[in-house]
Structures are given as C-alpha cells and as structure tokens.
C-alpha cells in the first residue's frame, strides 16, 4: 500500500504515460478530439469517447491535476457548444452516438461550478430546472429530482451527483483534496439526529468562539412540534445552550457525549463550551 509522498510520485509516473496512452486530445492542445475512457492492454483496445467523454476523466482529476481537468472540461464545452447561444447538448452516454442522457449535464453543473464558469453553469441549471422533473415531496419533505424516468424511488446515482453542484462552489473539489478539514474529527461532532424526522441545515463550529451552531429545518409535516434530540460528541460536560436565543436546560450527559432535546420544527441551538 502506498501512501503520502509516494503515492503522489507514482501517481504522476503513471499521469505522463496515460497521457500518451490514452490520447488524450484536449490535453495535447486538440481540445475536441476523442480520448480513451477504458484501456485493456490484454486485448490493446481502447473504449473510446468523444469529447463529452472528457467530463468524467476531468472529475476525477481535478484533486492531482487540476489545470488538465480544466482543459479537459474546456474540450468538452467546445465540443457540445456549451458556450454557444444554440440550445442546451446534452453530452452522450454512448460515446458513439449523440444520444444525450443526464450524467454528463450533471458532471458539467459541478465541473462548472468548479471553474467559476458562471455562464455554462446557468444555461446547465436552467435546462436542469426544465427537464430533469425538480420536485418537493411536501408530506416526506423531501427534494428530489425525477430525470424523467418514472421510477418508483427517485434515481439515486442521478440524484448524488447533481446534489454536488448544489454544495459545492469555485474550486471546492480542489479544497477537499488540497485544504481538507481535519479538525473536524477532534472538534464538536453533532451526530444520532432524528432523520427522517428532522434534519440539520447548519453544524459549523466556531473556533475562535467554542460555539457549535446547529440549525434545524422544519422537519417532516407529521412530526412537527414532537420531541426530538440529538447528540454532540467531543464537546465536554462544562456547556451552555441557547435555544433560539433563549438558555436552555434542556440538556444532559448520556455516555460521556451531550445529548440536546427539542421539538421537530426550525430551531437555531449554540452550544459553548
């Protein structure tokens, strides 16, 4: 198993055969040519796409190689006239065909999010509004989107990753591989909340005030106003609660972790310790 610096070299070793391998176009400066998806050195056949195929490999290489990512996705949005006035292409699923399918629109929203490509991102998400079926579930209180495809349970894989643009913002992949949190998993934890219940719009912990700020929405309708609790790990016993702006006992120790009770329904909790 490699790991740390090791792990990096090899990475980058193996980065300029690939690019030599697997033809990579847009790359080399041709930024509409094809690329290869799947190498079988085996067989030596190459499964490949055309440019719209540069949207999946530019996902994944935006943590080791983000300027290759970059003109990666740029070949793409070359190559379905993202940047045009024409209508919204979507990229294809058979890279043989252009016979569009929602994944590559999906990994285009989050690519374009990423870059700070803030006019590809609005004409993406408006044709994203229009066509992929965004949908409130009122009674689960739910968001999903249907894409169309009149399942019974909403497409998970679809609905994951369009979720990512929703969360992300201008070089937010860069971040997580480059700037990751790691004090997160020594700082107050919120975890045992009552999903589907409630769920949390906010756990961000201030540093510089010992403050753990939890928000809750306003949870399912059938639940609303009943009791619900939550629990905060590596927090200590020496705390203070307010409940939207009002102190608050209603609190205890349970396991060595605090545990806070409240009612479903939008709440604002800072827990100083």
């Given amino acids: 198993m490699l790991y740390g610096s090791d792990l990096h070299r090899v990475f980058h070793s193996w980065w300029e055969h690939a690019k030599e391998l697997y033809g990579l176009g847009a790359i080399q ?4 040519d094809c690329s290869t998806l799947y190498y079988d050195p085996l067989v030596a056949y190459h499964h490949m796409t055309k440019a719209s195929g540069h949207l999946l490999l530019s996902h994944e290489l935006i943590g080791q190689k983000p300027a290759e990512a970059r003109r990666l996705f740029d070949g793409a949005a070359e190559f379905l006239g993202w940047r045009s006035l024409e209508p919204l292409r979507e990229a294809s699923v058979d890279y043989t065909t252009l016979k569009g399918e929602p994944s590559g629109t999906i990994r285009g929203l989050t ?13 993406l998400k408006a044709y994203a509004e229009a066509n992929y079926e965004p ?5 689960s209180g739910e968001f999903t989107w249907g894409f169309g495809l009149n399942e019974w349970y909403p497409r998970g894989q679809y609905n994951a990753g369009i979720a990512v643009h929703e969360a992300g913002g201008p070089g937010a992949f860069w971040h997580v591989y ?11 934890t919120v975890y045992g909340v009552d999903f589907p219940n409630v769920c949390l719009s906010q756990a961000w912990y201030d540093t510089s005030r010992r403050t753990l700020i939890v928000s809750t929405d306003g ?8 009791g619900t609790s939550f629990r905060v790990r590596n927090i200590g ?13 209603q609190w205890s120790i349970v396991d060595g972790d605090l545990e806070i009770t409240t009612t479903v329904g939008e709440h604002t909790i800072l827990i100083s310790h």
């Fill in 29 to 32: 400066g041709k930024a509409t």
């Fill in 219 to 226: 949870g399912l309708p059938r639940a609303a106003g009943s």
């Fill in 111 to 123: 690519l374009a999010r990423e870059f700070g490509e803030d006019a590809i991102y609005a004409k």
């Fill in 178 to 188: 480059h700037e990751p949190n790691l004090r997160k998993f020594i700082e107050p």
């Fill in 237 to 249: 016993r020496d705390v203070r609660v307010l409940i939207d702006d009002q102190p608050s006992e």
């Fill in 135 to 139: 949908t409130w579930d009122r009674e």
